[in-house]
C-alpha cells in the first residue's frame, strides 16, 4: 500500500523569516497521520525550516541540487550539503527548471543518480505543453522523459523515487487537469515503470500530480488509483495546504 505524500513547492517565495512564520501558521493544519508531508523550500530557508519542523510530521525538501558531488561549481548545492543540512527530499526537472533555466533529460538523469547515492528521495517532474497535448503527443513525451531521467537506475532505487505528473498547462494557471485527465496519465507512467523493470516496482512507485491542485480539487484528484499524492504549488503557501493534506478527513 502506498503512502500518499503532500509535498509543498515554494518556488522562490518566503526569505528565511517569513519561512519560519509559515511553518509556524500551518503547524497545527498538518497533522495526518496516512500521509507523508514534506515542504520543498529555497535554499536559503532549509537550514532553519529543518530545525523549525524538528519532532512534527513535516518533512524539508529542496527544490533543485548539481550532479557533481563536489568543487568549482559556483552558486551550486551538492546532495552531500542536503543530507547533511537534513533534507529528505529534493524535485528535480520542475518545468520551470527545464523552461527557464534549460534543465534538460540528460541532467536530470545525473541529478537522479546523484541523488539516490546520497539516500536523498528524488521528486522527478515530468509534464507536456498545451501544445504537445494537443497534438497527441503527451503520453510518448513522458515515456522519453521517464526513460531518459531513469537510465542507469537500478529497479531497488527506482521504487524509491517520487515522479510528479505535472502538465505545464496546469502549473500556477489555476486550470487544474480533471482527475480522469491526470489519471489517465499517472496510470501510463505506472505500466511504463512496470515495462522498464518489473510490476513490484511500478506497485511500490509514488506518481504524484501537480497543476493547480487546491483545497478544493484535492479529494477528487488523490481519490484516483493511480494518484499517490500532489506536489503544490501556490496552495503550498497558504493555509489550504492543510486541507489538502487532510483532503481524507
Ligand atoms: C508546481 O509548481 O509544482 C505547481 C504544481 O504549482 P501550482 O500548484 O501553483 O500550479
Redesign the pocket.
Known amino acids: 500500500m502506498r503512502r500518499k505524500l503532500i509535498a509543498g ?1 515554494w ?1 522562490m517565495n518566503m526569505t528565511p523569516s517569513e519561512a519560519l512564520e509559515l511553518i509556524e501558521k500551518l503547524e497545527g493544519l498538518v497533522k495526518n497521520d496516512e500521509v507523508d508531508v514534506c515542504y520543498c523550500v529555497p535554499a536559503i530557508d532549509i537550514v532553519p525550516a529543518v530545525e523549525a519542523v524538528k519532532g512534527s510530521n513535516v518533512a524539508i525538501g529542496a527544490q533543485n541540487l548539481y550532479f557533481e558531488e563536489k568543487g568549482a561549481y559556483t552558486g551550486e548545492i551538492s546532495a552531500a550539503m542536503l543530507t547533511d543540512a537534513g533534507v529528505k527530499y529534493v524535485i528535480m526537472g ?1 518545468s520551470e527548471r527545464r523552461g527557464y533555466f534549460g534543465e534538460t533529460d540528460e541532467d536530470i538523469n545525473k541529478k537522479l543518480v546523484k541523488a539516490l547515492e546520497h539516500k536523498l528521495i528524488p521528486i522527478v517532474c515530468c509534464g507536456e505543453s498545451l501544445e504537445q497535448r494537443q497534438q497527441g503527443l503527451t503520453l510518448s513525451l513522458i515515456r522519453d522523459q521517464i526513460r531518459t531521467a531513469f537510465n542507469g537506475v537500478s529497479a531497488a532505487d527506482a521504487a524509491d523515487v517520487v515522479i510528479a505528473y ?1 502538465p505545464i498547462w ?3 494557471t489555476g486550470v487544474t487537469a480533471t482527475s480522469e485527465q491526470a489519471e489517465e496519465v499517472c496510470a501510463d507512467i505506472r505500466r511504463y515503470i512496470a515495462e522498464l523493470y518489473d510490476e513490484a516496482t511500478a506497485e511500490n512507485i509514488r506518481i504524484l500530480y ?4 487546491n483545497a478544493q480539487n484535492a479529494a477528487e484528484l488523490l481519490s484516483m488509483a493511480d494518484i499517490d499524492g500532489g ?5 503550498s503557501l497558504k493555509t489550504d495546504f492543510g486541507s489538502i493534506v487532510n483532503y481524507n478527513k
Not at 210 to 213: D, H, I, L, N, R
Not at 231 to 235: R, S, T, V, Y
Open positions: 513547492n518556488k520542475h505535472e496546469a502549473i500556477g501537480g497543476g493547480s491542485m506536489l503544490i504549488g501556490g496552495a
